[in-house]
């Protein structure tokens, strides 16, 4: 009967000992395919980003580009040699100048509503010229794109 307790015991040690290297195995291996997979993920993501990241930067390029371009046609459209509209004329020559400060803008979105909301007949300061509602309304929203901080 001891025999029989001495042989169960060692079964049991070896069972033990082989379910331990068994779950060893296992978690070496769960790491391993872990780390596979992880690599294989950031690999996969590169390679379907990394084009996609280079073309949205192309487009922001170009949109970038195109609101230069149209906040400088809306500038050129309210530039008006008028004596009542000089402070007008030197923050649109510095917006089409690419030297705007932030204070500039602010003062420029303030003229810019003036003139988005003037009605004939209004006397607002400066002369507003019929049409020129619709040229602030569009400069007004490029700012947000072209111009420093500072609305």
């Known amino acids: 009967m001891h ?18 290297a068994v779950q060893y195995v296992v978690r070496s291996r769960k790491k391993l395919i872990e780390e596979a ?18 073309r949205v ?17 809306m500038a050129r459209v309210l530039h008006h040699p008028e004596p009542s ?12 100048d690419g030297t705007m400060t932030p204070e500039g803008t602010t003062e420029l979105a303030g003229y810019l509503r003036i003139i988005r909301d003037w009605e004939p007949g209004q006397d607002v300061g400066f002369v507003v ?5 619709v040229a ?9 794109h072209v111009a420093p901080e500072g609305k």
């Open 3 to 20: 025999a029989n307790i001495y042989f169960l015991s060692a079964v049991g040690t070896v069972i033990a000992t082989i379910f331990g």
């Open 37 to 54: 997979v992880t690599m294989a993920i950031h690999r996969v993501v590169e390679e379907l980003f990394d084009p996609l990241d280079k």
């Open 57 to 73: 930067t192309i487009v922001e390029t170009k949109m970038d580009l195109f609101w230069q371009k149209l906040a400088g046609d």
């Open 85 to 96: 509209r000089v402070n007008i004329d030197l923050l649109l020559d510095d917006l089409m």
């Open 129 to 133: 010229y019929p049409g020129e509602q």
């Open 136 to 144: 602030a309304a569009i400069l007004l929203h490029t700012l947000d």
